[in-house]
């Protein structure tokens, strides 16, 4: 059974003129192409399919809106990093993201997907810094644990943590073997609930160039 029962797609938006009503709460979604960001969307609200995956990088191209149940959103941001979008496009997805932050009232928080095994990428920091930039809570998604051991995956999560200095929360995550589901639920629906300019409390396991927006 699905944990947002009531989810579903909305809308796609290429300019802020198709943007939903600005109305209610939604946390974005973002990462790198490839750092498997629609399969744990998938995962976390408990819906095959629900967002396209894809092997080829530059799969997720518009700006996508879900409606886990009315009133809040989970809002699938285009995937950045990956050179081989053009540069007119990607300087449009950019554009879009950027206008994305700024102009939505409703945003309360973003989750940030990172392949774990290589994590922090000057996108990824981008990414960060822009979200921070507005004040908006982060939360991290080191996917892909299960391709490392426990110590290693463990030793990246560490290693991450203590380069945010506690500006985000971390968790790892696996799509593959679901670990870090229930904690990645609760850590969205605290996100729905918070408020900009807030300082993220508590991690959500018990242990401690260009711009964004481009690409998958």
Same mark, same amino acid.
């Given at each position: 059974?699905?944990?947002?029962?009531?989810?579903?797609?909305?809308?796609?938006?290429?300019?802020?003129?198709?943007?939903?009503?600005?109305?209610?709460?939604?946390?974005?979604?973002?990462?790198?192409?490839?750092?498997? *960001?629609?399969?744990?969307?998938?995962?976390?609200?408990?819906?095959?399919?629900?967002?396209?995956?894809?092997?080829?990088?530059?799969?997720?191209?518009?700006?996508?809106?879900? @409606?886990?149940?009315?009133? !809040?959103?989970?809002?699938?941001?285009?995937?950045?990093g990956f050179a081989a979008v053009p540069g007119e496009l990607r300087r449009h997805w950019g554009d879009l993201?950027?206008?994305?932050?700024?102009?939505?009232?409703?945003? *309360?928080?973003?989750?940030?997907?990172?392949?774990?095994?290589?994590?922090?990428?000057?996108?990824?920091?981008?990414?960060? @810094?822009?979200?921070?930039?507005?004040?908006?809570? /982060?939360?991290? /998604? /080191?996917?892909?644990?299960?391709? /490392?051991?426990?110590?290693?995956?463990?030793?990246?999560?560490?290693?991450?943590?203590?380069? =945010? #200095?506690?500006?985000?929360?971390?968790?790892?995550?696996?799509? =593959?073997?679901? @670990?870090?589901?229930?904690?990645?639920?609760?850590?969205?629906?605290?996100?729905?609930?918070? !408020?900009? *300019? #807030?300082?993220?409390?508590?991690?959500? @396991?018990?242990?401690? #160039?260009?711009?964004?927006?481009?690409?998958?």
């Amino acid at each position: 059974m699905s944990a947002y029962p009531n989810v579903k797609f909305m809308t796609s938006a290429d300019a802020a003129r198709q943007f939903p009503p600005d109305q209610g709460s939604e946390v974005a979604i973002a990462g790198r192409s490839n750092a498997g *960001k629609s399969s744990a969307l998938n995962a976390v609200v408990g819906r095959k399919g629900l967002a396209r995956t894809s092997r080829t990088p530059g799969a997720t191209r518009l700006i996508n809106f879900f @409606e886990l149940d009315p009133g !809040r959103r989970l809002v699938d941001l285009p995937g950045y990093g990956f050179a081989a979008v053009p540069g007119e496009l990607r300087r449009h997805w950019g554009d879009l993201v950027d206008t994305y932050f700024g102009a939505r009232a409703s945003l *309360k928080g973003v989750i940030v997907v990172m392949d774990v095994r290589h994590p922090l990428r000057s996108h990824d920091r981008s990414m960060l @810094e822009l979200a921070l930039g507005h004040g908006l809570p /982060l939360h991290l /998604l /080191l996917t892909k644990s299960d391709k /490392l051991g426990r110590g290693a995956a463990r030793a990246a999560l560490n290693a991450v943590q203590r380069d =945010l #200095e506690g500006s985000a929360t971390v968790q790892l995550f696996s799509a =593959l073997s679901g @670990e870090g589901l229930n904690p990645a639920r609760a850590r969205l629906d605290a996100l729905l609930r918070s !408020r900009k *300019k #807030e300082t993220p409390v508590g991690p959500a @396991e018990p242990t401690g #160039e260009d711009k964004p927006g481009i690409g998958g």
